[in-house]
């Protein structure tokens, strides 16, 4: 996520705050930063602030790690295809936007040279020339 979007999702609780909402030990919340599973907001005096994101990325790693038995390198791993998951659902979106918008155009655009064509066509008929 960028920092931006975490920024306007309001990164707002304390390091003890966001443990005991999660039900770990802060050091935990710092071991997770190590790894680079988390990055929490800094302020201006460094210390760490948790969004509500943060907090959903915390359970996740939780449910990865205690219910599945996941270790941490596997949990970056999936946290890591799921980012790259959503990107791509993102680029595939896009695209087909862009392919609709395209198919949308060319349509118009075939109905506009089917009109020019059929003002120049010219049917034979026995007895003469008779245009459309």
Known sequence: ??????KRQGAVYVISVAAE???MHPQTLRLYEREGL???QRTGGQSRRYSDLDIARLREIQELTQVFGVN???VRMI???RERLS???DLVDEIEDKRAALETEMEQEID???RSYSREI??????GLMSI
Do not use: F, T, Y
């Open 1 to 6: 996520m960028a920092d931006n979007d975490r």
């Open 21 to 23: 909402l999660v039900g």
């Open 38 to 40: 988390l990055r929490p």
């Open 72 to 74: 941490l390198a596997g």
């Open 79 to 81: 946290i890591e295809m």
């Open 87 to 89: 990107h791509l659902e």
């Open 112 to 114: 506009r040279i089917k």
């Open 122 to 127: 010219v049917r034979h008929r026995p007895g």
